[in-house]
């Protein structure tokens, strides 16, 4: 089961502003979701806990670069969607001598490049662009942008943030719509700022010579400087893959929308880092470290309980001839315990129980049966 923030509103609604206070309407939900970030960000700093290391699919864009969102800190673990394993160096790779060819095609791993670019997608070439928010949003906001012109000298610009009222698609470059766009060309952008906005930012690039139109990023609203994370593929040129499963590393972000995922799902613990939050405030430095030891406690179980290698091994033993639980009955033995490898070859060694069809039993040394172990 996968936790959002609506699972965890009403519990912790008990420890917002003293109490009594209805996380299913303004400003309770509001009041509530602040406490409910609070309590996430401190359980983050104290380590990496369930739902903190998601797989995900990345894709290997053009160039053989990966672009992380946001929200996404490292990428931990690697391989190709076709299963093979994949190395990752880090950003220092890149300056040694002998190091990453960004032309190479035969290194089979990825680089760390560091956090290089405010955007999922390059600009292509020269383009129009566009911010619009999904909210209404305050009169005079604007989005900050720092690049090169279609000449090539480094600009600044200030470019309102228009809000569409229609659909989620940027408006269109003709008509009453065009007003919206930035006169001018931009070929390349290396910085974007931006306030703090209700809503979701989208920034789009078009070309009306054309009519080509690419999404560039979208700006969540406590984004204010963004950046991404860059990984070179240069395998992926060489027709190892176009796509890699990850284990990546979530940085923590703030959660605004009850369809949120929980970065930490574990709703006790987030409770319970309320509690202590709320014990901490009033001046209760020892209920704040009571609660705060009992919410890394629970996670510190639920991880446990998730990781935990198995440390015994299940044989199974086919049996070739009758057993005694009935004449002429052909079954399977089941034993729990290490398996017979691991296990030393003398007699003191071999005392394992043989289950029988749920009867516990010691072995039938006459019938030696096969052994396969699982």
């Known amino acids: 089961m996968?936790?959002?923030?609506?699972?965890?509103?009403n519990e912790i609604a008990p420890f917002v502003d003293g109490g009594g206070v209805d996380a299913r309407c303004e400003p309770g939900r509001s009041q509530a979701i602040a406490v409910l970030n609070r309590a996430i960000r401190q359980l983050m700093n104290e380590g990496d806990w369930h739902g903190m290391t998601p797989t995900i699919c990345l894709p290997v864009r053009k160039g053989g670069v990966i672009v992380l969102d946001e929200r996404f800190e490292t990428i931990r673990l690697a391989k190709w969607k076709t299963g093979s394993p994949i190395p990752i160096y880090s950003e220092g790779f890149?300056?040694?001598?002998?190091?990453?060819?960004?032309?190479?095609t035969n290194i089979p791993s990825l680089v760390d490049l560091g956090?290089?670019?405010?955007?999922?997608?390059?600009?292509?070439r020269a383009m129009t662009i566009m911010a619009y928010s999904e909210q209404v949003e305050r009169d005079g906001l604007s989005l900050e942008i720092r690049g090169t012109d279609e000449t090539g000298r480094e600009a600044l610009f200030a470019l309102p943030i228009r809000h569409s009222w229609r659909s989620p698609l940027p408006p269109a470059y003709t008509g009453p719509d065009c007003e919206q766009w930035l006169s001018g060309r931009w070929a390349s952008i290396s910085e974007l700022r931006k306030p703090v906005t209700r809503g979701l930012v989208h920034v789009f690039a078009?070309?009306?010579?054309?009519?080509?139109?690419?999404?560039?990023?979208?700006?969540?609203p406590e984004t204010i400087s963004p950046v991404h994370r860059r990984y070179a593929a240069p395998a992926a040129k060489a027709g190892h893959g176009h796509q890699i499963v990850a284990k990546v590393v979530l940085r923590w972000y703030p959660v605004h929308f009850e369809s949120d995922v929980l970065p930490?799902?574990?709703i006790d613990a987030i409770a319970r880092m309320a509690q202590a939050l709320h014990s901490l405030?009033?001046?209760?430095a020892g209920r704040y470290e009571f609660y705060r030891n009992s919410a890394v406690s629970q996670l510190r179980k639920q991880l446990s309980r998730r990781e935990r290698p198995a440390k015994t091994g299940l044989q199974v033993s086919m049996s070739r001839g009758p057993s005694r639980i009935g004449?002429?009955?052909r079954g399977a033995m089941f034993s729990c315990g290490p398996s017979r490898d691991s296990l030393d070859s003398s007699e003191e060694?071999?005392?394992?129980?043989?289950?029988?069809?749920?009867?516990t039993q010691p072995p039938v040394e006459e019938q030696a049966p096969q052994s396969v172990t699982v």
């Open 115 to 124: 956090e290089t670019t405010p955007l999922h997608y390059q600009l292509p």
């Open 2 to 9: 996968i936790f959002r923030v609506s699972d965890a509103l």
């Open 281 to 284: 405030d009033t001046g209760d």
């Open 94 to 104: 890149k300056f040694l001598d002998g190091g990453l060819d960004p032309e190479a």
């Open 349 to 359: 060694s071999a005392t394992e129980t043989t289950v029988i069809l749920g009867c």
């Open 264 to 266: 930490v799902q574990n």
């Open 327 to 329: 004449r002429g009955h």
């Open 206 to 220: 078009y070309d009306p010579a054309t009519g080509d139109s690419v999404w560039l990023t979208t700006l969540r």
